[in-house]
């Protein structure tokens, strides 16, 4: 089986665990290039990346375009904010992850510890500003998934069980593919 398997959901959702997962799983190249790379290449802070965007689209564009180009080189499952709406076209799955937004705050604090990028605030604050900059630069209303083929609430599972799903979900879809090209 191959193709690619776009993930997307909000900060605090699980898409860089569940996409390594399934990435893992499938033995499929696993795409999550994101702001905290792009903040890392140039020696600058992740809440210095996420400032500049707002007023600097260079910053997403040039994400969005190197995670499209990475996607398209081969087998990859693709993690990020936007992959089910940039890989509509091409992905063979469109996957978005879901949860509220305090089980995401909760979450990133346990990540991230005490960081300023850790508090609800600043992930209300990001979210709303990913909206208007998604809206803005691309026409993608990261609210509306509703072209996703499979929703999943992280909030009621484990990440192994959502890559799980995830996986069936590519099997099944894979092999529905095999049996209408074959005719059968």
Request: hydrophobic residues 40%; aromatic residues 8%; charged residues 30%.
């Amino acid at each position: 089986m191959s193709g690619i398997i776009a993930i997307s959901g909000k900060s605090g959702c699980g898409n860089s665990t569940v996409s390594a997962l399934v990435a893992k799983i499938l033995g499929f190249g696993l795409v999550n290039f994101t702001f905290k790379n792009l903040a890392q290449e140039r020696g600058l802070s992740f809440e210095e990346i996420v400032k500049r965007s707002t007023s600097d689209d260079s910053f997403d564009l040039e994400v969005d375009r190197r995670q499209v180009e990475m996607a398209l080189s081969g087998d990859r499952v693709v993690g990020s904010r936007l992959a089910i709406w940039l890989l509509a076209k091409d992905a063979d799955l469109r996957v978005y992850l879901w949860a509220s937004p305090e089980v995401r705050a909760k979450r990133i604090r346990a990540r991230e510890g005490a960081a300023s990028h850790a508090e609800p605030a600043f992930t209300q604050k990001r979210d709303e500003s990913d909206h208007a900059r998604y809206l803005r630069l691309y026409g993608y209303d990261n609210d509306d998934f509703e072209d996703a083929d499979l929703v999943i609430n992280t909030e009621r599972f484990k990440p192994e069980s959502i890559a799980s799903l995830i996986v069936e979900a590519w099997r099944l879809r894979h092999n529905h593919q095999s049996r209408s090209a074959g005719g059968v």
